[in-house]
């Protein structure tokens, strides 16, 4: 049985609550936003304590394009700093005429590519700031998952640019986002999705995004974000 579909009105008040799945939850969907962004803000904070290697993978047609890793950490002034640890290999250039144009193909994929990364970074981690505008503005629903848990769809409308979406999935028993779906736009105009698994420290409590994957069906280009390798920086 599908959950009920609970919209945030844009005031903070009068938030319709119907459905017994809803009646059940702990707080109200005011409560839970801001336990959310809550969570999500001590999260980042926590990671500041940490590295990590982040990989990306670029495919195109499916034939891997590119592979590199950044070692990954927070300056002292709170920026995400990255340490290149590994390149792509240079690829092998042709002569004439021919070579020209296999020359600016491969520049505009690579801008293309290099656009869809930026695109991952904006969406992911969410935005707090982001998700507090949506909740003013009265773009964010609710819809209770059946199953064990407290978990939650919550979809905000109009996250990062007009006629986009972000869905997260999170469990309000722990304020936090399980995974994540986006459907969103390049510069372009080219329509893109995003999905995104969040995963555990062993401390079953502070969470990251493990797996970030893009896809651009118009040019046949997939991105994934890879994050692993977390350890505590040395004081």
Not at 2 to 22: D, E
Request: hydrophobic share 35%; with cysteine.
């Amino acid at each position: 049985m599908r959950g009920t579909i609970v919209t945030l009105a844009a005031a903070g008040l009068g938030l319709a609550a119907t459905g017994s799945a809803l009646a059940q939850a702990p707080s109200t969907p005011r409560e839970q936003v801001e336990a959310l962004k809550a969570s999500i803000q001590a999260n980042q904070q926590a990671l500041r304590e940490y590295e990590w290697v982040e990989t990306t993978i670029v495919r195109m047609k499916g034939e891997e394009k590119s592979r590199f890793q950044d070692q990954c950490y927070y300056g002292m002034d709170g920026s995400l700093e990255k340490v290149r640890l590994t390149a792509p290999p240079e690829e092998k250039r042709r002569r004439g005429l021919r070579g020209r144009i296999a020359e600016h193909k491969r520049e505009e994929l690579t801008e293309y590519m290099k656009e869809a990364v930026a695109l991952v970074k904006k969406y992911v981690p969410p935005d707090p700031d982001r998700i507090q505008a949506a909740k003013d503005a009265g773009r964010i629903s609710f819809q209770p998952l059946p199953g064990p848990g407290k978990q939650v769809k919550l979809t905000i409308a109009d996250y990062l640019v007009p006629g986009d979406s972000f869905a997260l999935t999170v469990d309000f028993a722990s304020s936090r986002p399980l995974n994540g779906k986006v459907s969103s736009v390049m510069g372009s105009g080219d329509p893109v999705t995003l999905t995104v698994d969040f995963d555990l420290f062993p401390d079953g409590v502070t969470f990251y995004p493990k797996d970030v994957v893009l896809d651009a069906e118009a040019e046949n280009v997939q991105v994934e974000v890879q994050n692993g390798g977390y350890r505590r920086m040395a004081p």
